[in-house]
């Protein structure tokens, strides 16, 4: 059996969805299910447990697993909540360390691009512990995955004793079918979709930093088949470990995002642009690209989808369609 943490949500759901179309069903969720419909990211799949997340220290208890794959985790860049958070991201996240390295299981686990901050140190993954204290996340989540990655780096350096495979993902601005439930934190393409379909002006946030135009602030987007792709990789490359970097090595702007949606269902952009909320401007990133070449020395050769294609499958296999579910 393998535990999805988080895998009722948007990542893991797809992850999920992977596992299920490579054959195997003999796949654990723990996860919250709530009353926003995240159900209805697993109501294709086949599933061999659903754990709630209060019950997964006992279920644990003397289970053999082939790994855990853990993405769950309160990730909205705009929690205030300092001590839950922390419980959630990064003590569970020690407990299943400390577990995965006590019954010799593989683990894979959701760092994120929010380490880097504002990007003043760059993007590289560089997992030593010098450089990973210059790095300064801008808000609560990010700290919570930072605490976390330099916590296991620090016992990596020790020589402690680790799970045979530990790897932190550090995903950029990921996109894609499943992520309907996270509202604001949902991609600006899924928020503005149905703008787009009716006809009526998308809204992007003006720049308030000179030389960068409007519309022009960039990110590093995948699509979440990518993400995906990278894991179900690493899980049948039990000798990689690590931390690395998940993006495409390629920044674009929310322009050249909603343009490309634009061209994918043949209608003309309709774009304005409006002031930036105060109370963000100041941790506002107007700029991140990830550095891809570790996890490429690492082995990884999949590739990543350009942006144009990734958006049109978007729009044309999930967003345009009553059914919007992976």
């Known amino acids: ?30 996860d919250a299910l709530g009353h926003d419909g995240k159900w209805r990211n697993l109501a294709k799949r086949q599933l061999a447990d659903l754990v709630p ?22 990730s909205e860049t705009t929690a205030t909540d300092g001590d839950l958070v922390i419980e959630t991201n990064f003590r569970l996240s020690m407990r299943l360390l400390d577990w995965c390295t006590a019954s010799a299981t593989p683990f894979i686990y959701a760092s994120s691009a929010s380490t880097y901050g504002d990007g003043a140190q760059g993007f590289r993954d ?11 996340p801008m ?25 045979p495979q530990w790897v932190g993902l550090k995903f950029f601005n990921v996109f894609g079918p499943n992520e ?39 990110r590093d987007f995948i699509c979440v088949d990518d993400a995906v792709r990278v ?8 000798t990689v470990s690590g931390i690395f970097n998940v ?20 209608t003309a952009p309709n774009i304005q642009y409006v002031d930036m909320p105060e109370p963000i401007r100041g941790s506002y990133q107007y700029f991140t690209q990830s550095d891809v070449g570790r996890l490429q020395r ?29």
């Not at 393998?2 to 723990?30: M, P, Q, W």
């Not at 808000?139 to 680790?162: C, I, P, Q, T």
């Not at 720049?207 to 409007?214: C, K, T």
């Not at 993006?247 to 043949?266: E, Q």
């Open 139 to 163: 808000n609560l989540y990010g700290w919570s995955k930072h605490l976390f990655d330099m916590a296991v780096v620090a016992r990596a350096g020790r020589h402690e004793k680790l799970p």
């Open 298 to 326: 690492a082995g990884y050769n999949g590739g990543f989808t350009a942006l144009e294609d990734a958006v049109e499958t978007y729009v044309k296999a999930y967003l345009d369609r009553a059914d919007r579910f992976r």
């Open 126 to 136: 560089d997992q030593s512990m010098s450089a990973l204290r210059t790095l300064r």
């Open 180 to 218: 309907y439930h996270k509202g604001a934190m949902m991609s600006v393409l899924a928020r503005r979709f149905d703008d787009i379909k009716a006809g009526r002006p998308v809204q992007l946030f003006k720049s308030h930093r000179e030389g960068i135009a409007d519309g022009d602030q960039r």
């Open 231 to 238: 894991v179900m990789w690493l899980l049948a490359t039990p």
């Open 1 to 30: 059996m393998l535990l999805v943490t988080g895998g009722a949500g948007f990542i893991g759901s797809n992850v999920v969805a992977a596992l299920n179309e490579a054959g195997r069903t003999d796949v654990a969720v723990c």
């Open 53 to 74: 997340p209060a019950e997964l220290p006992d279920w644990l208890r003397g289970r053999r697993l082939d790994a855990i794959v853990h993405l769950g985790a309160i």
């Open 247 to 266: 993006g495409t090595g390629k920044a674009r702007s929310f322009k050249d995002l909603m343009l490309s949606a634009y061209t994918a269902l043949g």
